[in-house]
């Protein structure tokens, strides 16, 4: 497992950009796999955004997100980011880094398989 600390997040207005980050101090960073997740209020589930392999490619986003939010990760430096881009009012949510042994299979992403989880970072887009 990892201790996963989140930084980032914010308000911002429509068509704004946040970056997310997700660090640890462990070095066995490079050994798991890596995803954000989202959660809206009054919703139980975790919904996927992105997710990228233990080296950070090949990497993937939602369908409906492509275009605008990118998943990479620096294993120098043990981070993940999320570079959201044009953010609209739909993506107010807390998003949460996972990470998950890079042995299993990445795809599908299903948030039950993750067991590492950072502490949430709140994004609010409006104006």
């Known amino acids: 497992q990892l201790n996963l600390v989140q930084s980032g997040g914010g308000s911002v207005p429509p068509g704004g950009s946040l970056r997310l980050s997700c660090t640890t101090s462990?070095?066995?960073?490079?050994?798991?796999?890596m995803a954000w997740f989202r959660q809206v209020p009054g919703k139980e589930e975790r919904d996927y955004v992105a997710?990228?392999?233990?080296?950070?490619?090949?990497?993937y986003v939602e369908d409906s997100l492509k275009g605008r939010f990118t998943v990479s990760r620096d294993n120098a430096r043990n981070t993940l980011y999320l570079q959201m881009d044009k953010l609209e009012p739909e993506d107010t949510a807390v998003y949460y880094c996972?990470?998950?042994?890079?042995?299993?299979?990445?795809?599908?992403?299903?948030?039950?398989?993750?067991?590492?989880w950072g502490q949430g970072t709140q994004v609010t887009v409006s104006l």
């Open positions: 997710v990228t392999t233990w080296s950070g490619a090949p990497s």
């Open positions: 996972a990470a998950k042994l890079a042995t299993m299979a990445l795809l599908p992403v299903n948030a039950s398989h993750f067991n590492s």
């Open positions: 462990q070095r066995t960073f490079g050994h798991f796999s």
